[in-house]
């Protein structure tokens, strides 16, 4: 089974506001960085995003060492999310649990991998880190460019 290094980041500016994704995945000497984007989300929702998307990117099961920022993601996926199912997708206070159809999605993506999970501080000179953040927050820009040239009326051409 390979292994591969995973940091991911999430980031939001407003919350809810316009948000990015980031996954940097190094396999040996192999580095691939992947990032998007969504108009209308939360913090929260890109840091799932991140390690959602990271995991679909592998092509076969892998020992992952997972570096994430997040302890939303990190307790929610090895903490919670046993009691959340127990609870009929409940908290303790009864309330339904937010973004249920994320939590599915990287409880599925994450049985296909042996994870071991790393939580680091963010914004702390992690390379890793750094990275995604970088590219969590090109990705917010970039469709903020879209859109505002969308909104001037058009594309240019």
Known sequence: MSV???YTDGACRGNPGPGG???VLTAGERVKEI???ERQTTNNRMELQ???SALQALKRPAQVRLYTDSQYVKKGLLEWLPQW???GWKTADRKAVKNQALWETLEHE???HRIQW???RGHSGIPGNERCDVLANAAIDALIAVDSRDAAGGTGY
């Open 4 to 6: 591969v290094e995973i």
């Open 21 to 23: 994704w980031a996954a």
């Open 35 to 37: 990032s998007g984007a």
């Open 50 to 52: 991140a390690v959602i």
């Open 85 to 87: 199912k127990a609870r």
């Open 110 to 112: 994450a049985g296909k």
């Open 118 to 120: 790393h939580w680091v």
